[in-house]
């Protein structure tokens, strides 16, 4: 497994990537855009510098750059029942798509959001579909749609691991391929045992079982201080939360999934330490 982190574009999506060379990466992940200063509204946003995603772009295509994945921004409301949350939802993601295209993102990591009061997780799988569908289709060359699973509760999307199953499916009815993104933090949160040995086992089997390991593509590798299916996210530095070493372990040497990336989402400050405790365990 290709081991990397997800990397601030606070100071630029270049300096960004001059960070993941600095630190040896194998593979990083980016935000399409930077947050405007000063705002918190969702549909708030800055378009990455032409020049800087150019130079990302080209670092990628020559090899000279890390595997490189996009995370959405913001969580869309694809699964809403409100036409007009629908609507700017899916500018928003055809937005970012370009955005994630323009910086060479091979896949863009996407949250599926919520679906409304009153309704039902089919509906709101359906309209999460019919939303993604119509993104795409506004995108030429647009990186592969690479979902993640959540903490779950509540009407949240993506909590089981059925729920990707679901989506993907409909994805292909609408001709959108897919792929998944399994995080450690949310899995535990989402009430499977991915801190032991056996209970990481059973996890990984369950999601090959559903959709084959090879559409796992990305891991994210975080620790976390929420408790077992407590439906909260609490990211930790490795060896600081609640996870320990086993499971990880498990996950890092299982060759049905060598083939993905593994990104690191800690608090700053312990990058180089977090990614000297999984590279040692992956070894």
């Keep these: 497994m290709r081991i990397g982190l997800h990397v601030s574009v606070r100071r630029g999506h270049r300096e960004a990537l001059a960070r ?3 630190l040896g990466l194998e593979a990083f992940q980016l935000l399409p855009y930077r947050r405007r200063p000063g705002t918190d509204a969702d549909f708030r946003w800055e378009k990455p510098d032409p020049a800087q995603a150019r130079h990302v772009r080209e ?14 921004r913001y969580v869309p409301f694809l699964a809403s029942d409100d036409a007009e949350s629908r609507r700017r939802s899916t500018e928003l993601l055809a937005r970012e798509l370009a955005f994630a295209r323009d910086l060479g993102g091979g896949e863009f990591v996407l949250h599926l959001g919520a679906y409304s009061p009153g309704s039902t997780p089919a509906e709101g799988t359906r309209l999460f579909a019919d939303g993604v569908a119509e993104a795409y289709s506004k995108v030429s060359d647009a990186p592969r749609l690479v979902m993640e699973n959540v903490p779950g509760g509540g009407r949240r999307m993506g909590g089981r691991l059925e729920d ?31 801190a032991s040995a056996s209970g990481m086992d059973a996890f990984l089997d369950r999601a090959a079982a559903l959709f084959g390991a090879p559409a796992v593509t990305l891991f994210h590798l975080n620790d976390t201080l929420a408790e ?17 070493d086993a499971g990880l372990k498990r996950l890092l040497t299982r060759p049905d999934y060598a083939h993905a990336a593994g990104i690191l989402e800690m608090p700053p400050g312990r990058d180089v330490e977090n990614l000297a405790f999984v590279k040692h365990l992956s070894g």
Excluded: K
């Design 20 to 22: 993941a060379l600095d």
């Design 59 to 72: 670092a990628v295509t020559r090899g000279t750059a890390p595997r490189l994945a996009i995370h959405s």
């Design 164 to 194: 990707l199953a679901a989506l993907r499916a409909e994805l292909t009815g609408r001709g959108v391929g897919s792929g998944v993104c399994l995080d450690t933090a949310h899995a535990w949160a989402a009430g499977y045992d991915v």
């Design 228 to 244: 077992p299916g407590s439906n909260r996210e609490h990211h930790e530095h490795w060896g600081q939360g609640l996870l320990g």
